[in-house]
């Protein structure tokens, strides 16, 4: 059974770093491109950016590109969202997800991490 | 930068069909694919419908997908409405340099 499992809830400061994670398993990790999807309270859905855990070649949306970084460690099937300095307005649900191969539509969503920065 | 809208709701009653667009802001939204996905509340989202007009395995046939050239539109369709569709919808398609966009959602509520 495919899975994607994100890390827990994270409360914290701004200025702070963090870095939140999704776990693949039931399938070849390395050969699927996963997605990084933003949910800020009460808006709709905005694509973060994309990586292939093979060679973690990475596609940034232009609108966050320098804000945050995707990274992958194909060895333990993970890939990360991780940020330098934190903002208020990072507040949001996060959701990993599994691009199908070969279409290009997102057949499998981790659970969603929910990210709260507040002084 | 390509936008892609939706209403902001729209609602019916139940075992009626509903017909949500999703308007292309240039371009031909016919050059790329568009997906729908729905999300309930307090869930992830899920998808319904891929590359226009395919249903994942497990979607219900009641729901179809298609593309109108001549008004830059997609649509998602959804037949025989029960409560359980009652939930967020969200169309999404690629710009021109093939980074993925997503419409604004639209709330469907079954009344």
């Known amino acids: 059974e495919v899975q994607l499992v994100q890390s827990g809830a994270e409360v914290t400061k701004p200025g702070e770093s963090l870095k939140i994670s999704c776990k693949g398993s039931?399938?070849?990790?390395?050969?699927?491109?996963i997605a990084w999807v933003r949910q800020m309270p009460g808006k709709g859905l905005e694509w973060m950016g994309i990586?292939?855990?093979?060679?973690?070649?990475?596609k940034y949306s232009p609108s966050l590109q320098g804000q945050v970084t995707i990274s992958a460690d194909k060895s333990i099937n993970t890939v990360y969202l991780q940020w330098s300095s934190l903002k208020a307005s990072d507040t949001a649900m996060y959701y990993c997800?599994?691009?199908?191969?070969?279409?290009?539509?997102?057949?499998?969503w981790g659970q969603g991490t929910l990210v709260t920065v507040s002084s | 930068n390509f936008m892609l809208t939706q209403p902001h709701s729209v609602s019916e009653s139940p075992g009626k069909t509903v017909t949500i667009p999703c308007t292309g802001s240039?371009?031909?939204?016919?050059?790329?694919?568009v997906q729908w996905y729905q999300q309930r509340p307090g869930s992830a989202p899920t998808t319904v419908i891929y590359?226009?007009?395919?249903?994942p395995s497990g979607v219900p046939d009641r729901f179809s997908g298609s593309i109108d050239s001549s008004s830059n539109s997609a649509s998602l369709t959804i037949s025989g409405l029960e409560t359980e569709d009652e939930a967020d919808y969200y169309c999404?398609?690629?710009?021109?340099?093939?980074?993925?966009?997503f419409g604004g959602g639209t709330k469907l509520t079954v009344l």
């Open positions: 990586i292939f855990p093979r060679d973690s070649e990475t």
């Open positions: 997800a599994r691009q199908h191969r070969g279409h290009d539509w997102l057949d499998y």
């Open positions: 590359e226009d007009d395919q249903s």
């Open positions: 240039s371009g031909s939204i016919a050059s790329n694919y």
């Open positions: 999404q398609s690629y710009d021109s340099n093939n980074h993925w966009v």
């Open positions: 039931g399938y070849t990790f390395s050969s699927y491109w």
